[in-house]
Structures are given as C-alpha cells and as structure tokens.
C-alpha cells in the first residue's frame, strides 16, 4: 500500500436512514477499480455483513479489556466494606449480608479488594466483545459486536479500525469504508475522527435534520469535511429545501439525493447487496448512487 488510505466514514444522526445501504454502495462500487477494505463500527447492531452479500469468515477473536471483580464466598466475612467502597453501585446486599457484585456495573477499580479484611475478593477478565474478519466478494469486512450490557464501544471501534488498517496494508488497499453509528456517542467520535471525509446520510423530516445538525457539529469539531445525501428525497421533496439550505449555511456538500425504492427493502431480505439487486432491476436508486460515488470521489480529490 502507498502512503495514502483514504478513510470514508458513513454516519448519520438516528437509525433508519439508510446508512448501511450507503457504506455497502460505496464499498461495492470502490472495489470496481480498486482494493477496498470495510468496517462495521456500528457495534451494538452490525449489519453491513448482511448489506455487502456475507463471505467467508477467516478470523474470529474474542476481546477480554479490563477485569470485574468476584467475591469467594468461603473467605467472606460478610463485613460489607465492598459495598460501602464502591463508588459505582456495583455491589448490592442480599439476606444474609451477603454481598453481590453486578459485573455490568464494575469498573474493576480494585477499591472493594484494598479494604475486603479476608482476601475474599479477586478480579477476572472482562468480555469486551467479539470481532471477526469476513472476506465477502467486494474485499475484507472487518465487524465486531459489543457484549451485552458492556460498556466500551468506542474502544471498541478503535480495535476494529486498527484491525483494518492492517489489512488494508496486506491487501493493498486505497479506501477504507467505515459503516458508522447512529447518534453522537463515543462509537461515533471513534469512527470519524481520523476520517478523511464523513458522509451524513439524512431523510426529508424534522427529526433526521435535527440529527443531521447534531452529527455536522462533532464532525466540525473535530475539523472534518463532510458531505450529505438525502435518502428517500421523495418522501418529502418540500423538506429537501430546508436540508439544502441547511448545508449551504453550515458548510456541508450535497452528494446527491436517492429515491424511495422498494428494491432496496427486497434485497434485504434475499440477504443480497442491495446495490446489485437495483442495478439488476434497473432501479433509479442504481444510478443515484453512482452518481453519489462520483461527487464523493470529487470531494476527495481522487
């Protein structure tokens, strides 16, 4: 690989607006004339899988970061001093005075075994969660998936990313794809701030503007150029007006503006890319998104 990986990051403000559909297009289309490698940094609920076709599956790793604690019942004196230490509410009481710990809620800061008298309390690792290698028709995805009432997303993303930095370099690849979060959490922040270039997938309503405006302002924050696409424009094309005025004023690009189209729902559910099942049915949708292709690669300088 040269010096230069162009890292596009796909987000949007609320779920359902068709972001992974987009991070998969631009994926598929990448990979036409050029090596490209993709993450699914939507940790709690991955699904760019299931959008790029599924592949084969050449690496599975569990992730254990930091520790919980766990109290040995034999060597307890049922003192209660854990509970009184710990900060985070981790340790409730039951019948008995015998002291429980919550392993959703521990920090592993290790304040309950400093004051426990008898050594009762011991620390073992924490599940972060799961990250795989797949290797579909359009090049390696790398996808993780958070463990349930775990917390560290963000970290998480940043394991995947580092992930695929590496096969990007093994495989030569010029783009990396990241399929990122709804919202403004720490996943988000993750995803886009190494990005080269963050696009904000929106629909035409009140709620997705808002969201839009809450993602430009940590995409801004953090110095990043970003271009928008309004998905489903159909629905409300009154409403387009207001999300291209917003951009004008805020700094944003249009990339462009796709339709409502049923292929996209029926693709899903054949478990096939959604981009092929339009260019196949010779959908609009198909040429709106290479139409979006361009305009990003413009925006890059490609």
Known sequence: MGDLVYRV???????????????????????QGS????????????????????GDVIEVKELYEGRVAEVSYERCFRCLKCAE??????VSVLEGNVPVIDKYLCEGCGACSIVCPSGAISYVPSKLGTMKVVRTKFGYLVTASLDLGRRGSGHLVELEKSRGLELAKESDAKFIVLDGPPGIGCPLIATVVDADYVVIVTEPTPQALHGLARVAEV????????????????????????VEKWCKEHGGSILGSLPYDRCV???????????????ERKSPCFEAM????????????V
């Not at 609320?14 to 990979?31: C, P």
């Open 219 to 242: 995409v801004k924050f953090f110095g990043k150029k970003f271009g928008v696409v309004i998905n489903k424009f159909d629905v409300n094309e009154e409403y387009c007006t207001l």
């Open 85 to 90: 230490v710990c900060r985070f509410g981790a």
């Open 265 to 279: 729902v029926e693709a899903y559910t054949r478990v096939t890319p959604p981009l092929l099942y339009c260019k």
């Open 35 to 54: 090596s490209v490698v993709s993450i699914d940094a939507d940790v709690e609920a991955p699904d760019l899988e299931i959008a790029l076709g599924g």
């Open 9 to 31: 990051a796909v987000v949007s403000g609320k779920g359902g607006t068709g972001k992974t559909f987009i991070a998969s297009s631009l994926t598929i289309l990448i990979s």
């Open 290 to 301: 290479v139409s979006i292709y361009e305009n990003l690669l413009r925006d890059l300088g």
